[in-house]
């Protein structure tokens, strides 16, 4: 490069490093963000795991439900039967959009 061939000055290479364009950054500034991250990697049991502790917890808070009547609505659900089968490639899904379509099966 010119840089490296001292042909160009650093703060004129520096400068047309720069973006001039508007960009889109994400911070992963928390302790659960940077968990999302690690778990993108994730075995798809692993996945399946975690998302249906987020379902559980989503349940207790918003139906105002207990751990085992949540976890019985959940296991008992046609949403957990397609999750548990890798085929559909719901495990790769926000559990968001699973908690969506629970609470659409469950008329909530």
Same mark, same amino acid.
């Given at each position: 490069s010119l840089f490296r061939q001292n042909r160009l000055k650093l703060t004129k290479f520096v400068k047309s490093l720069?973006?001039?364009?508007?960009?889109?950054? &994400?911070a992963f500034c928390?302790?659960?963000? *940077? +968990? *999302? %991250? =690690? +778990? $993108?990697?994730?075995?798809?049991?692993?996945? &399946? +795991?975690? &998302?249906?502790?987020? =379902?559980? &917890?989503?349940l207790m808070e918003e139906q105002n439900l207990s751990d085992d009547e949540a976890q019985n609505i959940i296991y008992n659900s046609s949403t957990f039967e397609k999750l548990e089968t890798l085929s559909? /490639? %719901? $495990?790769?899904?926000?559990?968001?959009? *699973?908690?969506?379509?629970?609470?659409?099966? *469950? /008329?909530?």
């Open positions: 720069k973006h001039r364009e508007p960009t889109h950054q &994400i928390s302790e659960r963000a *940077l +968990d *999302l %991250l =690690l +778990d $993108y990697n994730a075995d798809p049991r692993s996945k &399946i +795991d975690n &998302i249906v502790v987020e =379902l559980i &917890i989503a559909t /490639g %719901l $495990y790769l899904k926000f559990w968001q959009e *699973l908690y969506e379509m629970l609470k659409k099966e *469950l /008329g909530l």
